[in-house]
Nanobody, 117 residues
Framework: VQLQASGGGLVQAGGSLRLSCVAS????????MGWHRQVPGKQREWVAG???????NYADSVKGRFTISRDNAKNTVCLQMNSLKPEDTGVYYC????????????WGQGTLVTVSS
């Protein structure tokens, strides 16, 4: 499975960005997709996830500001980020995992989001 993320960039605090991630290869229909982010010097932090059925979960730090969605026909997951804060700055990585398969998650290459104050 290969994941290609896009949509990062520089935005002022309070602005919005939309990240996209396209998966290709052998994709399980029951996979969970989502996003992590990483700030230099800190551990990678889970941001949001969505099941193939559309159930979503968010980190407390982004609830009410970020919305995750997916298009199963296109194997795409998106992250709409509104009301961005400087602390949202980081490299955002999309992932795809297959619960119960014993297979390690697949990761995209990361896309940089920079929020200026």
């Amino acid at each position: 499975v290969q994941l290609q993320a896009s949509g990062g960039g520089l935005v002022q605090a309070g602005g919005s960005l939309r990240l996209s991630c396209v998966a290709s290869g052998r994709i399980f229909p029951t996979n969970v997709m989502g996003w992590h982010r990483q700030v230099p010097g800190k551990q990678r932090e889970w941001v949001a996830g969505i099941t193939s059925g559309g159930s979503t979960n968010y980190a407390d730090s982004v609830k009410g500001r970020f919305t995750i969605s997916r298009d199963n026909a296109k194997n795409t997951v998106c992250l709409q980020m509104n009301s961005l804060k400087p602390e949202d700055t980081g490299v955002y990585y999309c992932y795809s995992r297959e619960p119960g398969s014993g297979i390690s998650p697949y990761w995209g290459q990361g896309t940089l989001v920079t929020v200026s104050s």
